[in-house]
C-alpha cells in the first residue's frame, strides 16, 4: 500500500469535502421534526405496552 504525506491526505479530503451534498436548512429542519415526532411516537407506544404487561403480570400475580 502506497504511503500518503500529510500534504496529500489533506488535499484528498478537502476533494473529497467539496464533492459532498449538503442538506440545506430546510431539509435539515424538517428531517429534526420528522425525527423528533417518531421518537415521541415510539415513546408513546412503549409507553402503552409497558403499562398493558404491567397490567397483565399484576393481573396474574395478584389473583
Do not use: N
Amino acid at each position: 500500500m502506497a504511503k500518503t504525506t500529510p500534504g496529500q491526505f489533506v488535499r484528498q479530503v478537502r476533494q473529497e469535502v467539496s464533492r459532498v451534498t449538503w442538506p440545506s436548512r430546510k431539509e435539515t429542519g424538517v428531517s429534526t421534526v420528522m425525527v423528533l415526532v417518531m421518537v415521541i411516537l415510539a415513546a408513546i407506544f412503549f409507553f402503552l405496552v409497558d403499562q398493558v404487561l404491567a397490567w397483565l403480570v399484576d393481573l396474574i400475580l395478584v389473583d
